[in-house]
């Protein structure tokens, strides 16, 4: 057992580093910046696209990407290696993420030659942004049920509807589209999935304003906006199978919930007075900072299980379900518990209190955490379902017509 | 990265689960529960002879030479069996507290009879209620001979010697090597809420008490429970993961309203949860096993860690497997009792989750790193 790279790995991870050195800068020791978003920064959206450019060109951009596709042709293990150096830079990547991992991935797997020639591309390079037209108002955790219709017109299809929840619509390029053909057969089997030029005529994008009051979300509606044939994705009908192609990348990935952690609490902890005394002295405060450490250490340890796998080139086992929804529930608590341990001060943001208000931001948008990617609900049924055997709830909507599927009390 | 057992430790892993469960069904920890016998001297003598008991002893002394990992994986199986020996008792305690702690002549001696599993040993170290300090220890050698008593010792009416916390000539808490079956021994077997595992008081009253040379001062003894600890969280998930797979079963089996209890939300999430408590505890009992492997100076913080996960896995698990079986959940009759005594008995020997915490955060402070550490 050891946690050291093999030959191989290390220098990879030594070509990593040094190319993040010569093109990114560190990050500094104690910032808090690294978890806020940054994309919203000016120029922070150029940045972004020179720095992806960089990294397309010395072949960190799709480093498990097939050769084929325009990657690297290199391992998960390399991509793990490379987004762990990347992290302690001070670049902004995650705005790429839909794109490579999900859209283009989907495109690639399930779509022509002719698209994948056309998007791979400029995806790679920081060129075209990506994002993704799933969720509904009336379809959230079941998305099936999403409603915005596809109705084929000769050579094209005519969308009509609306998405929501999308993340990066008002600077994407393109997004990937799934929508109702057919509302005669049962929910899963009417859908076909779509590329989307977001400058089509008919496609309005109006910011949510989230409860943080960042705008990180959208809605986006449809108002008989045109797509040609060939910008389908697999067979008519066929769309809910190729949303699953990579759908549980978004779910299974590795990332933890951005956000204050075990160390944010110890260092606040550590710098609070209570009644009596130092906070850090106070057995209360001392049993559930173990709890956090414990719970943070297990997650960490979990991912290196993970990575185990994926050094040995095998298929991750199921303990990886768990990381998202251990992360995102324990970010909220820490969140709330330093704000207990600030007291009556606790209230006010900015610059002068402890961390420079991060608990303060992340109680107000730490809620999105445990809902997005994936609801704790839903995650809490994947790991019933398909780790543990568990049979699938009873679904009532299933084998009906989805235009006689209820959709509300009066429906 | 390989943050795993190596291949012939995992290909044990399998050959003890497949051995197990023929050997010891719950059939067999029941059977040592409902009777007066205080463990399966047969199964013990059949993993004496696959070399189990001797795993991390070195293969000069007659043992297996698999080192500390190779304990790890058995104990994981040894819990999922629930197995009624004196298992951690005689190798995370006193076999270990020899190999650290002995001298040359005391390994020859003794650990070539520990590894064929004729000579057993234990520890003791609890005196009262409350957090077990080696600071405080009111059991004390003098002239060479041990005075003290020592409440709820695993296994101490039967095994053969017992390694003893005890203050030494400068007061310092020092380990002690004391046969159990001489002069000045009193040992009373002790009702527990597990009887499947035996225990005792035991009241030393001028028993000829043999120093381990290097066994002196608080450190040792929190060194030797850091070691067993790790092994001991092995066992603890095991528990744990029967327990979910027998939850797991039975909500697969059991209808209600028409449809498997197991097709609710309700018992799907609660096993879900079970789940996540599991894998947590699992990874941070690799942690330890990696700490303990490589003499890491992390090891303190790693058992603690280790520790808390697999109590909190082993009690969310047991606890829940009860409630998931409903009203039959707390008969004598099904096997879910076996589960939750167990996973309770684990939780306090070496020490609760509650005094753990403490220790963590005070080894945390001590260190002063902690952002490298939750890096």
Redesign the interface.
């Known amino acids: 057992m050891d946690f050291s790279d093999t030959p191989e790995e290390a220098a990879f991870r030594a070509e990593a580093r040094a190319f993040l050195e010569a093109n990114a800068e560190r990050r500094k020791p104690g910032s808090v910046e690294g978890y806020r978003r940054g994309q919203d920064a000016p120029g922070a959206l150029e940045r972004a696209r020179a720095f992806q450019a960089k990294k397309a060109v010395a072949g960190f951009a799709g480093i498990a990407w097939p050769k084929e596709w325009g990657g690297r042709g290199g391992t998960q293990m390399q991509q793990i290696i490379y987004q762990q150096e990347e992290a302690k830079f001070d670049v902004l990547s995650g705005i790429f993420g839909i794109g490579l991992q999900i859209a283009i991935p989907t495109v690639c797997t399930c779509g022509t030659p002719e698209q994948r020639e056309r998007f791979a591309g400029p995806a790679l390079r920081g060129e075209e942004i990506w994002c993704q037209l799933f969720s509904e108002p009336a379809g959230g955790s079941d998305l099936a049920a999403l409603r915005t219709r596809a109705d084929r017109g000769g050579d094209e299809w005519i969308i009509n509807g609306q998405k929501i929840w999308t993340s990066g619509a008002h600077y994407s390029q393109f997004g990937i589209l799934v929508a109702r053909s057919d509302p005669n057969v049962p929910k899963h089997a009417g859908l076909t999935f779509f590329i989307l030029d977001m400058a089509s005529p008919g496609v309005e994008i109006r910011p949510i304003r989230q409860m943080s009051g960042s705008s990180h979300f959208n809605e986006v509606f449809f108002t008989d906006v045109r797509i040609p044939d060939t910008m389908r994705v697999g067979a008519v009908g066929h769309g809910w199978r190729v949303a699953m192609t990579t759908l549980m990348n978004e779910r299974h990935g590795m990332r933890e919930a951005p956000g204050p952690d075990f160390s944010e609490l110890f260092e606040l902890a550590r710098n609070i007075e209570l009644e009596d005394g130092p906070a850090l002295d106070n057995a209360a405060v001392q049993e559930k900072l173990a709890e956090w450490y414990v719970r943070t250490q297990g997650l960490r340890f979990t991912k290196f299980r993970t990575m185990t796998s994926l050094s040995r080139g095998q298929t991750p086992g199921p303990e990886s379900s768990i990381i998202k929804l251990v992360a995102a529930g324990k970010t909220q608590e820490i969140a709330a518990y330093g704000l207990d341990l600030i007291g009556m001060a606790g209230p006010a943001m900015g610059a002068e209190m402890p961390l420079q208000g991060l608990f303060e931001e992340a109680l107000l948008y730490s809620p999105a955490l445990r809902i997005a990617g994936g609801t704790d609900e839903i995650l809490r049924n994947i790991i019933a379902e398909r780790v543990l055997g568990l049979p699938q709830d009873v679904r009532v909507d299933k084998d009906v017509p989805f235009r006689d599927v209820p959709s509300g009390r009066r429906g | 990265?390989?943050?795993?057992?190596?291949d012939d430790l995992r290909q044990l892993r399998d050959e003890a689960r497949r051995f197990l469960r023929d050997r010891c069904p719950t059939s067999v920890p029941r059977r040592i529960l409902e009777s007066a016998e205080p463990y399966d001297r047969k199964l013990w003598g059949e993993i004496a002879g696959m070399g189990w008991i001797g795993a991390a002893i070195p293969e000069a002394f007659g043992g297996a030479g698999l080192g500390a990992?190779g304990v790890c994986v058995l104990a994981e199986e040894l819990g999922r069996a629930l197995a009624p020996v004196p298992f951690s008792s005689s190798v995370y305690l006193a076999t270990e507290a020899i190999l650290a702690f002995g001298s040359d002549a005391q390994k020859e001696r003794l650990l070539p009879r520990l590894a064929a599993g004729e000579t057993i040993g234990t520890f003791a170290f609890a005196e009262r209620p409350g957090a077990a300090d080696p600071r405080k220890l009111e059991a004390h050698v003098a002239d060479g001979r041990l005075h003290g008593t020592k409440l709820a010792v695993p296994d101490g009416d039967v095994a053969d010697f017992a390694i003893v916390a005890a203050r030494g000539d400068e007061r310092a808490p020092w380990l002690h090597r004391v046969e159990l079956g001489g002069s000045g021994v009193t040992r009373t077997p002790v009702a527990t809420f597990d009887p499947s595992r035996s225990h005792a008081r035991i009241v030393f009253d001028g028993a000829p008490a043999e120093p381990l040379p290097r066994g002196q001062g608080a450190q040792q003894v929190r060194h030797l429970l850091d070691r067993a600890t790790v092994m001991m969280a092995f066992e603890q998930v095991g528990v744990a993961q029967a327990a979910?797979e027998m939850a797991?079963d039975y909500?697969?089996e059991r209808y209600a309203f028409g449809?498997?209890i197991?097709?609710f939300?309700a018992?799907?999430?609660k096993?879900?949860?079970i789940?996540?408590a599991v894998?947590?505890?699992?990874?941070?009992a690799?942690?330890g096993?990696?700490a303990l492997?490589?003499d890491a100076a992390e090891l303190p913080i790693a058992a603690?860690?280790a520790r808390?996960?697999a109590c909190?896995a082993g009690w969310v698990a047991t606890r829940e497997n009860i409630q998931t079986h409903g009203g039959m959940g707390f008969t004598w009759q099904f096997d879910c009792q076996l589960y939750y005594r167990r996973a309770k008995l684990l939780g306090l020997a070496l020490g609760s989750a509650?005094e753990?915490?403490?220790r963590?955060?005070g080894e945390?402070?001590a260190r002063n790193t902690?952002?490298q550490m939750?890096a």
Do not use: C
């Open positions: 990265m390989n943050f795993d057992f190596p990992l979910l797991r909500a697969l449809r498997p197991g097709s939300q018992i799907k999430h096993l879900a949860d789940y996540v894998e947590l505890a699992r990874s941070n690799y942690y096993a990696w492997s490589t603690a860690v808390i996960a909190e509650r753990w915490k403490h963590l955060i945390l402070r902690t952002s939750a």
